[in-house]
């Protein structure tokens, strides 16, 4: 808006020289006209003096007097009559002008009166955001408004927020609306809130600095704080499956034989031994056991020298297992149960 009142200005400064330079030519031009007529009849009256003189001439000079008195009252009716029209001329001349020089102050006058009404008064109290426009950067002070989209700043709704974080290609299957999410905040680690997934994209996109496809989760955060604003950094945890009584293991206890067999060492009083498990679920911090380990028994989270060649003490339905397999199918591997990715917990 600023920009379009200076244009403006700069138009009718333009424009008022313009009528300023008309106005002083058309007055020249003017007083030139009357000046002739005057000049010209100064010579009417010379030349009727002249004929008046020479009645007692011979009848040629009085002829040639006559003559020259009405080429000089011809020739002072032209300029009378030019005069007019060059009166005309110029009138016209002005008026065009003057309409453009009031056209550009009108304009001038219009942006002056809209620019006062460019006060935007807030419906209520409360935070002001300025409106991103469409290449990312905040509307701020010279920032162009378009018709189409007059919004210049919102009041966020503190008692209703989202949060927004994305969920890499291989565990977005896992996460649907509705699921409950554990909601941190990094400016605040002893806050914590409940909230619910409300949306899962359905197209996925490609982050800054990432190789993998990202899939845009918004999280309903549940209750509020007075602490907490708009655009803060939070640490979602989706809880995708939750089971009920279940023995855990955390990942790091669980080792790998031949990319077939997963066992742990357990330790029973003074001696270890390598246990073949049966794992489920997992996330990014625990596992599932489904057999092998009792709720109680002591497992080592790292790998226990000097046993890389022992043999491990595989389940026996595990065994069965392999052994019915090996029977119906001999040509193929052997089949046990895999470790699986779990929840992760996205955090943003």
């Given at each position: 808006m600023?920009?379009?009142?200076?244009?403006?200005?700069?138009?009718?400064?333009?424009?008022?020289s313009?009528?300023t330079?008309?106005?002083?030519?058309?007055?020249?031009?003017?007083?030139?006209?009357?000046?002739?007529?005057?000049?010209?009849?100064?010579?009417?009256?010379?030349?009727?003096?002249?004929l008046?003189?020479?009645?007692?001439?011979p009848?040629?000079t009085?002829?040639?007097?006559?003559?020259?008195?009405?080429?000089?009252?011809?020739?002072?009716?032209?300029?009378?009559?030019?005069y007019q029209?060059?009166?005309?001329?110029?009138?016209?001349k002005?008026?065009?002008?003057?309409a453009?020089l009031?056209?550009?102050?009108n304009?001038?006058?219009?942006?002056?009166?809209l620019?006062?009404?460019?006060?935007?008064?807030?419906?209520?109290?409360?935070m002001?955001?300025?409106k991103?426009?469409?290449?990312?950067?905040?509307?701020k002070?010279?920032?162009?408004?378009?018709?189409?989209?007059?919004?210049?700043?919102?009041?966020?709704?503190?008692?209703?927020?989202?949060?927004?974080?994305?969920?890499n290609e291989?565990?977005?299957?896992?996460?649907?609306?509705?699921?409950?999410?554990?909601?941190?905040?990094?400016?605040?680690?002893?806050?914590n809130?409940?909230?619910?997934v409300?949306?899962?994209?359905?197209?996925?996109?490609?982050?800054?600095n990432?190789?993998?496809?990202?899939?845009?989760?918004?999280i309903?955060?549940?209750?509020?704080?007075?602490?907490?604003?708009?655009?803060?950094?939070?640490?979602?945890?989706?809880?995708?499956?939750?089971?009920?009584?279940?023995?855990?293991?955390?990942?790091?206890?669980?080792?790998?034989?031949?990319?077939?067999?997963?066992?742990v060492?357990?330790?029973?009083?003074a001696s270890?031994?390598?246990?073949?498990?049966?794992?489920?679920?997992?996330?990014?911090?625990?596992?599932?056991?489904?057999?092998?380990?009792?709720?109680?028994?002591?497992?080592?989270?790292?790998?226990?020298?000097?046993?890389?060649?022992?043999?491990?003490?595989?389940?026996?339905?595990?065994?069965?297992?392999?052994?019915?397999?090996?029977?119906?199918?001999?040509?193929?591997?052997?089949?046990?149960?895999?470790?699986?990715?779990?929840?992760r917990?996205?955090?943003?």
């Amino acid at each position: 808006m600023t920009g379009k009142v200076k244009d403006s200005q700069l138009e009718v400064d333009q424009k008022q020289s313009q009528y300023t330079q008309t106005k002083l030519d058309t007055t020249l031009a003017m007083r030139q006209a009357r000046d002739e007529l005057i000049n010209l009849e100064y010579t009417v009256r010379e030349k009727k003096l002249v004929l008046d003189q020479s009645k007692f001439e011979p009848p040629a000079t009085i002829q040639k007097a006559e003559i020259d008195f009405e080429k000089a009252e011809r020739t002072l009716q032209q300029a009378k009559e030019n005069y007019q029209i060059k009166h005309q001329q110029n009138v016209a001349k002005m008026q065009e002008v003057a309409a453009e020089l009031r056209k550009e102050r009108n304009e001038l006058e219009g942006l002056e009166a809209l620019s006062q009404e460019f006060t935007i008064l807030a419906p209520e109290d409360g935070m002001l955001i300025y409106k991103k426009s469409w290449d990312g950067n905040s509307i701020k002070a010279g920032s162009q408004i378009g018709a189409w989209d007059p919004t210049v700043a919102t009041l966020p709704d503190l008692s209703k927020m989202l949060s927004k974080t994305y969920v890499n290609e291989v565990d977005v299957r896992k996460v649907k609306a509705g699921q409950d999410v554990e909601i941190g905040f990094d400016a605040f680690p002893d806050k914590n809130l409940k909230g619910k997934v409300v949306k899962v994209a359905n197209v996925g996109e490609q982050r800054p600095n990432s190789d993998a496809k990202v899939f845009s989760v918004e999280i309903e955060v549940f209750g509020t704080d007075p602490l907490l604003k708009p655009g803060m950094t939070t640490s979602n945890k989706i809880i995708t499956k939750t089971i009920e009584d279940a023995i855990f293991l955390p990942l790091e206890g669980l080792h790998s034989q031949d990319d077939s067999i997963t066992y742990v060492f357990k330790r029973s009083g003074a001696s270890t031994m390598k246990q073949e498990v049966m794992i489920g679920d997992a996330n990014s911090e625990s596992v599932l056991i489904l057999g092998g380990l009792e709720v109680g028994d002591r497992v080592s989270l790292s790998s226990v020298s000097g046993m890389e060649n022992d043999n491990v003490n595989l389940l026996a339905e595990m065994d069965g297992k392999r052994g019915k397999k090996e029977e119906e199918t001999p040509l193929e591997e052997d089949s046990v149960p895999s470790k699986k990715r779990g929840s992760r917990r996205n955090s943003k």
